[in-house]
């Protein structure tokens, strides 16, 4: 009769243990990316576009693009300056783009 006590004692306070522990949790914001491929899918310039082409689109800016370039997008504002991260070689973004399998999408300040 003890030990039954005991584990449903243990039961209860594992149960109202997870229950209080994930009820401070607030759901993760989504990331830069997961934002910008959102964006890109309701805008008409890429209805065109496969999930796959705008997801590539979406990884090529995030790695070249200025993190603050992108929340300007995001935001319907026009970026400061050219919008590329420093010392970004033309070349290889043209590439990454191209990889893409689409047409060159705009630079982030249009």
Request: aromatic share 4%.
């Amino acid at each position: 009769m003890m030990r039954r006590k005991i584990g449903l004692v243990a039961v209860v306070i594992v149960i109202v243990g997870g229950l209080l522990g994930g009820a401070g949790c607030a759901a993760e914001a989504p990331s830069l990316r997961e934002r910008l491929v959102q964006e890109m899918k309701s805008n008409p310039a890429y209805k065109e576009y496969s999930v796959k082409q705008v997801e590539c689109l979406a990884d090529v800016h995030v790695k070249y693009a200025t993190p603050e370039a992108i929340e300007q997008v995001l935001q319907g504002k026009t970026p400061t300056g050219s919008g590329w991260k420093d010392g970004v070689d033309g070349k290889a973004l043209t590439s990454a783009l191209a990889a893409c399998e689409g047409p060159i999408a705009p630079s982030p300040n249009g």
